[in-house]
């Protein structure tokens, strides 16, 4: 079966870029769809289609995919972007979503 | 404006069979390109897609529990049902519903959740 890769955490102080990369296996010819999930709430949708934003979105949230590797950039990161990121794609009909990456916001 | 809402049973016991509704507004899944997902967290943890239904009626299921699950729906309640037999500890987690939106060929989302439900079995 398909799987992703991410990193457990990654940290970074207030107002600079984080970045969270996930990783399988040609992925870059699959779409990456990414969502952030705070404590005890649902996640919601940040990325679509390797590098869209929803409506609502802020700009500094932003997306990437090629090769092996997608990944998710926040940019000017804010204390309110501290959550769980997963990402996730199609493995033909199947959804895989990646273990999750938790981002510290210090 | 889309809402989802889940609801079911807080606890079930070991080898029960788990009946979870997720009821909708806001969208119809009648339309073409709409289609609603069940997704779980067990405590603490990732993210597990269980299955998936579209408007044309099509199915489709995690490989390692296509054998527990069935997935059905009900458009003229917007309501989706999924149900998964023998019930394990393990499968202990908050159950969440998902509209999935076919975007374009090959592309689906899930871009709206409902609130969870979580459910433990003992």
């Known amino acids: 079966s398909y799987e992703l890769t991410q990193p457990p955490s990654v940290s970074v102080s207030p107002g600079q870029t984080a970045s969270i990369t996930c990783s399988g296996d040609?992925?870059?010819?699959?779409?990456v769809y990414w969502y952030q999930q705070k404590p005890g709430q649902s996640p919601i949708l940040v990325i679509y289609?390797?590098?869209k934003r929803p409506s609502g979105i802020p700009e500094r949230f932003s997306g990437s995919n090629s090769g092996n590797t997608a990944a998710l950039t926040i940019s000017g990161t804010q204390a309110m972007d501290e959550a769980d990121y997963y990402c996730?794609?199609?493995?033909?009909?199947?959804?895989?979503f990646g273990p999750g990456t938790k981002v510290t916001v210090l | 404006q889309v809402t989802l809402r889940e609801s079911g049973p807080a606890v079930v016991k070991p080898a029960q069979t788990l009946t979870l509704t997720c009821t909708f507004s806001g969208f119809s899944l009648s339309t073409s390109g709409m289609c609603v997902s069940w997704i779980r967290q067990p405590p603490g943890k990732a993210l597990e897609w269980l299955a998936r239904i579209d408007w044309d009626d099509d199915k489709f299921y995690s490989t390692s529990l296509k054998t527990r699950l069935s997935i059905s729906k009900d458009t003229s309640k917007n309501q989706v049902v999924v149900t998964m037999t023998n019930m394990d500890p393990a499968d202990t987690a908050t159950y969440y519903c998902a509209r999935v939106l076919k975007a374009a060929v090959g592309v689906y989302y899930f871009d709206y959740w409902g609130q969870g439900t979580l459910v433990t079995v003992s």
């Open positions: 996730q794609t199609w493995d033909s009909t199947t959804a895989v």
């Open positions: 289609e390797d590098n």
């Open positions: 040609k992925l870059g010819d699959k779409y």
